[in-house]
């Protein structure tokens, strides 16, 4: 099954505290689209790149099979840029810089191949583009939407309006307090509920995420990792992870949305191995299914 990721496609600059690169790729719908990618569905994006951005990285994109039609190139803007600095235990991370450049007045219209997409992910990004996109989409199998500090703080009430509409919510921890001013996390993702998506997912970082709705919840544990080198982008390749599963075995049952949170997690823990997709250029699926068979035999008791 097809799969739509709406995102950012970005150049970042990223700090840890024993390295600095700049201008390396990145964005939300990068992320997600490169990890939705290793599930064999046709991936497509839709984001906007400025005249600084290197066709190196779109070439990339497009060898792991990525449809980029709905990608445009403004040839006298400039790209997003986002730099971020970790501190010393890799767990906070500072936004030094958000420019949305192009994005800010990027109104995309959906190329009419795209239109009966089942499965839609909507990255992080300006949440009336979220909207606009749900809107231009069919009849949508599964439609599920991220969001971030930035977007609750900056656009709240266009936020609301795209959540609505949502069929699942993923955000991280310190994003659901945020949103509901809730500190006990089950009471943020019935506050969330509330705002009308069917199931919210909670990331804990390297405390797994958990998912509930009205009548479930479930807990996945985090892939054991000693060697992390950048989390930049986790969030998302777990997002792209999980629909690209969901998206391959055509299947939103309660058993299929908990292994795709498993398949979510061990895309993620090779993402942040290494700084932007750069990780990712070099796994295999066998190594995926080896992580997954690893964090399925820890949950066993
Ligand atoms: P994460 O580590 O999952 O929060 O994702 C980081 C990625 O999201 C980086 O590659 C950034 O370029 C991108 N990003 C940062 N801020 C935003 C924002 N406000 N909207 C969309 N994408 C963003």
């Known amino acids: 099954m097809g799969i739509l990721i709406v995102g950012t496609i970005t150049l970042d600059t ?37 005249a600084d951005f290197p066709s190196t990285y779109t070439d ?12 445009t190139r403004v040839q006298d803007g400039k790209s997003f840029r986002w730099g971020g600095k970790y501190t010393d235990d890799l ?46 989409v069919s009849n949508p199998k599964l439609v599920v939407s991220d969001t971030m500090d930035f977007w609750i703080n900056e656009q709240r009430e266009a936020l609301e309006k795209t959540i609505e509409r949502v069929d699942i919510l993923i955000l991280n921890d310190s994003e659901a307090k945020l949103l509901t001013g809730e500190s006990n996390l089950l009471h943020a993702a019935r506050a969330i509920l509330r705002y009308g998506p069917k199931r919210v997912i909670i990331k804990k970082g390297e405390h797994g995420a958990i998912s509930i709705t009205e009548t479930s919840f479930f807990s996945a544990p985090a892939y054991p990792l000693t060697e992390v080198t950048d989390p930049t982008g986790a969030g998302d390749s777990f997002a792209g992870g999980f629909m690209g599963y969901l998206a391959s075995v055509d299947d939103i049952s309660e058993g299929s949305i908990r292994k795709a949170m498993m398949y979510g997690t061990v895309v993620a823990s090779f993402n942040i191995e290494d ?11 066998s190594e995926i299914e080896a992580r997954y068979q690893k964090l399925q035999d820890a949950v066993q008791f």
């Open 60 to 71: 990339f994109l497009q060898t792991r099979g990525i449809d980029l039609e709905g990608v």
């Open 275 to 285: 700084f932007s997709i750069n990780r990712q250029k070099s796994v295999q699926f």
């Open 14 to 50: 990223v700090q840890t505290p024993t390295e600095k690169v700049e201008d390396v790729l990145g964005g939300s719908g990068t992320y997600a689209a490169v990890a939705a990618s290793f599930f064999g569905n046709p991936v497509r994006l839709i984001g906007v790149v400025g």
């Open 91 to 136: 767990n906070v991370r500072d936004t030094l810089f958000t420019e949305l450049n192009i994005v800010a007045d990027f109104n995309p219209v959906l190329p009419d191949t795209y239109k009966d997409t089942s499965y839609l992910f909507l990255a992080n990004d300006p949440p009336q583009l979220q909207l606009s996109i749900i809107e231009q």
